[in-house]
């Protein structure tokens, strides 16, 4: 049974409740550390699952579900960022104004999100794709357009960038 | 010691969820869809298929993918600039070849306020164009498109997402695009960059982030910026209150390629923040520019709006112990000053002076007096 048997059996709207369930938490802190912004970050996922919704009956099933929401996420990510706005006036919720859990550990202060959220998109968006979503560099290569060895070079040279922020903490290769 | 960072930003961020108000917001919109399908779809047909008539019939009548024609693939009257742009244009800037693609820069124009670039990324192999000629490769396609070519040699034809301009960082604002060009293989890209506030010699370096597999750095070019007399700035007029706000304009730049206005509105204490939104919408989406009798209105083409000082955007837990944001004006004592950057296709003929407003009481007329270059002015 491939994935898209499994998947229409499930009526559309079914299929959004659990693609929110299952996905919703992890999107939309992959928006946030793209946009730094709480409130773009809301705007993204919606705009994500919304776009999930209406392009049910196109998704074929060539990649996981899960690569397909974080392609559409990533895309409406881009798309705010792009608008003009975005980038002229800071109305955002930045890191530092969400609250942290009280029992958050040592190593989970703000220093790693920060350094990683101001890498610059070349450099974040593969970092985010491999280290948080968890996808393959040829998933990524795949997803961003570009060969499997630019997504490879762009991981190398982020976690370069990383190193001299996080002298205490690394990336597992 | 080390830890999965998907564990260290969950942790992190554990209280970003996706939570039932997110949930519900999307269902409604879900919701919407569902009813208006069939509406919606006509009604874009019909859009889509005005859009590619006009957009068709300025391809045919300029039988160009330059720089400004390049922009009326957006909407056709975005292609609208005077003919002094024209000396404002740098052509045939940089080339290199890489194993399977050519890239040159075409065409880039710097007006003070954006610089504007367009660059084609050509598959040698090709036998035909990637499209019909205009066809816009990157936005609302059943599938993406995949360049094959540019990809082997790890070039980034669509959009750029930084660039260098005279030793600065800078990064793209607005519209950006990638066509099918007329030569076989070609995508053509246009993009924009901010450079306001950058204070450039007359003759500058700009890189862009093109760069192939074994390419020791990125493409670097060199231009001046044309003939600057046809920019400047107008003497901003006295500040006009308006019912319970005064507008202030603070900057106007014409180019030949828009214009460009910064205005603030100061809105009076007491004055809740809905309506505060509300008049800054006002001036943001509808307020036009026009000749001093309303006519001859300069059409949009870009906008923006969002408070600046004594208002701010905060979270607010509410009694079910969920959260959501709300604007809250930080001093009631004070002013909330709102600030709207609207961008306009320029005119044929410049009037005497702009009414730039968005009724018949809500406006400001604006002298068209020069004040200096805004060359001269930093």
Known sequence: MTRCDEFERESPDLRLERMMTQYGDGLLRLCFMMLSDRALAEDAVQEAFLRAYQALDHFRGDSSEYTWLTSIALNCCRSLRRKAWFRRVDLGVPLENIPAPGNVSDLADDTVLTAVMHLAPRYREPMLLHYYQGMLVKEIAALLQVPESTVSARLRRARIKLKEDLKEWYFDE | ?378
């Open chain 2, 1 to 378: 010691m080390s830890r999965p960072f998907r564990h260290i930003a969950d942790e992190r961020l554990a209280d970003l969820r996706m939570d039932e108000r997110l949930k519900q917001a999307v269902r409604a919109r879900a919701a919407v869809g569902r009813r208006r399908l069939v509406r919606r779809r006509t009604l874009r047909l019909a859009v889509v298929m005005l859009l590619l008539l006009m957009t068709a019939t300025a391809f045919a009548l300029t039988r160009g993918f330059g720089l400004f024609e390049l922009m009326g693939t957006v909407m056709p009257h975005f292609s609208q600039v005077r003919p002094e742009a024209e000396e404002l244009v740098r052509r045939d800037l940089s080339s290199f070849s890489f194993p399977h693609v050519d890239v040159a820069v075409r065409e880039a124009a710097y007006d003070g306020r954006y610089l504007r670039v367009a660059y084609s990324v050509i598959d040698r192999a090709a036998t035909a164009p990637l499209e019909e000629p205009g066809t816009d490769l990157t936005s609302d396609r059943e599938e993406i498109f995949r360049f094959v070519a540019a990809q082997q040699d790890d070039i980034r034809w669509t959009t750029l997402d930084w660039a260098e301009v005279g030793g600065e960082h800078v990064n793209p604002l607005g519209m950006s695009f990638s066509v099918a060009g007329p030569n076989n293989g070609e995508a053509i890209t246009w993009v924009q960059f901010d450079v306001r506030g950058l204070s450039l010699p007359d003759t500058f370096t700009v890189r862009l982030p093109l760069r192939g597999a074994d390419t020791p750095h990125e493409l670097d070019f060199t231009m001046d910026k044309g003939d600057m007399r046809h920019v400047y700035r107008l003497v901003p007029p006295p500040d006009k209150r308006i019912g319970n706000y005064i507008i202030s304009i603070q900057e106007v730049i014409i180019s030949p390629i828009r214009t460009y206005i910064t205005a603030h509105l100061i809105v009076d204490p007491g004055v809740p923040p809905q309506k505060i939104w509300e008049i800054a919408d006002r001036w943001m989406s509808s307020a036009t520019l026009a000749d001093e009798d309303g006519g001859n209105p300069q059409r949009w083409t870009d906008t923006g709006a969002g408070a600046v000082d004594n208002m701010d955007w905060v979270r607010i837990s509410l009694p079910d112990g969920s959260f959501d944001f709300e604007d809250r004006i930080v001093d009631p004592e004070k002013p909330v000053t709102m600030k709207v950057i609207p961008e306009y296709a320029p005119p044929d003929v410049y009037p005497e002076a702009f009414r730039f407003g968005h009724s018949e009481q809500d406006f400001i007329l604006i002298p068209f007096v020069k004040l200096r270059s805004p060359e001269r002015d930093r």
